[in-house]
Antibody, heavy 120, light 107 residues
Framework: EVQLVESGGGLVQPGGSLRLSCAAS????????MNWVRQAPGKGLEWVSY?????????YYADSVKGRFTISRDNAKNSLYLQMNSLRAEDTAVYYC????????????WGQGTLVTVSS | DIQMTQSPSSVSASVGDRVTITCQAS??????LGWYQQKPGKAPKVLIY???SLQSGVPSRFSGSGSGTDFTLTISSLQPEDFATYYC?????????FGGGTKVEIK
């Protein structure tokens, strides 16, 4: 069974940092592209970042997080990460990791999400 | 960036009703489109990929159609478990973008 489990969320002050993790199991992690998607309270879905398979040599970010967030993966640990720096109130959201279905780039499996709250 | 415009933003319907949700892309995306269902407090679940392909395990009352810029998600006979929010997402190019969502409520 495919499982994605996020962790690392919490309360952080504006300007602070957090590192989110997503532990993957039930599939060959290194063979799948991965995304982070977030959802602010009561709002819609917003794509955050993408990383390609294997070495993760191709990476994309939403403009809203470019220069502040860094996506990475450790295939030996079956894990995806999102390092978030210079956090702002508008980064408050539930953050989901999502496996991208090959070719279609549609999220075919999602984690349960982890809540990040940026507030003083 | 490709903008996705979803309508309506909400719809009230009864069990057994046919419900149609539309999604319009700001530029042609061929069939690079997916539909998700999200219930409160839960992660999104994919229903449709490649505009009209039904994800494994999804009931056949869900169907998708369209190509280019105009797409439709249809629920042929609404069931109690279908009351949720639905999102479209384009997968043609980065940044990936979602529609604003359609909340299907009980009438």
């Amino acid at each position: 069974e495919v499982q994605l489990v996020e962790s690392g969320g919490g309360l952080v002050q504006p300007g602070g940092s957090l590192r989110l993790s997503c532990a993957a199991s039930g599939f060959t992690f290194r063979s799948y592209e991965m995304n982070w998607v977030r959802q602010a309270p009561g709002k819609g879905l917003e794509w955050v970042s993408y990383i390609s398979t294997n070495s993760g040599s191709t990476i994309y970010y939403a403009d809203s997080v470019k220069g502040r967030f860094t996506i990475s993966r450790d295939n030996a640990k079956n894990s995806l990460y999102l390092q978030m720096n210079s956090l702002r109130a508008e980064d408050t959201a539930v953050y989901y990791c999502a496996r991208a279905s090959p070719i279609t780039m549609i999220g075919d499996h999602w984690g349960q999400g982890t809540l990040v709250t940026v507030s003083s | 960036d490709i903008q996705m415009t979803q309508s309506p933003s909400s719809v009230s319907a009864s069990v057994g009703d046919r419900v149609t949700i539309t999604c319009q892309a700001s530029q042609g995306i061929s069939r690079w489109l997916g539909w998700y269902q999200q219930k409160p407090g839960k992660a999104p679940k994919v229903l449709i990929y490649a505009a009209s392909s039904l994800q494994s395990g999804v009931p056949s009352r869900f169907s998708g159609s369209g190509s280019g810029t105009d797409f439709t998600l249809t629920i042929s006979s609404l069931q109690p478990e279908d009351f949720a929010t639905y999102y479209c997402q384009q997968a043609k190019s980065f940044p990936l973008t979602f529609g604003g969502g359609t909340k299907v409520e009980i009438k």
